[in-house]
């Protein structure tokens, strides 16, 4: 029984849904995969960006490490040279990352569903490197944030 209030509508609580749920697949709007296909290209950009951004990175902190490498006090202590050399490991990794996560994916779907679930499959696997491109990124920029303020306070490996 559905109950009126004062202005003769029923109230919405007591409203109760009739029908029966569709019977076969619900139809997509082409809008969705347009939606899924733009999030795959956003995603890919990213990794792009973040792969170009460590390259600049990289060729920046040559030229310092080239500085570094000429003095004979940092080349001759092996935990030094590592520390040096740490954020071109990692940046590396980033490079290797992004190129992970860039490689084209391919599916093989007969339906619909198979196709949601494997761009939405593709998506994670993307998300996934792009979030380990991120953080190889922002160590190696710890690292190298590091290198610049012992530099400046005089602590390892600029304590000699």
Known sequence: MVKKTSGGTP??????????PPAGAVPKSEAYDELQKKIIDVLVDAI???????????SLYSQILQGYLNNKAFVSD???????LAPLILWLCVIISTIAG???RSYKAYTDYEKQ???????GIKKVWLII??????????VFIYIMFAQVWSVFPFHK
């Open 11 to 20: 109230s919405i609580p007591d409203l109760k849904l009739q029908g029966t």
């Open 48 to 58: 792009k960006y973040i792969a170009s951004s460590c390259a600049i990175t990289i």
């Open 78 to 84: 092996p935990a030094s040279k590592a520390l040096l």
């Open 102 to 104: 860039i490689f084209p």
């Open 117 to 123: 679930l494997a761009v939405k499959k593709i998506n």
């Open 133 to 142: 491109s991120i953080g190889f990124f922002l160590a190696g920029f710890a």
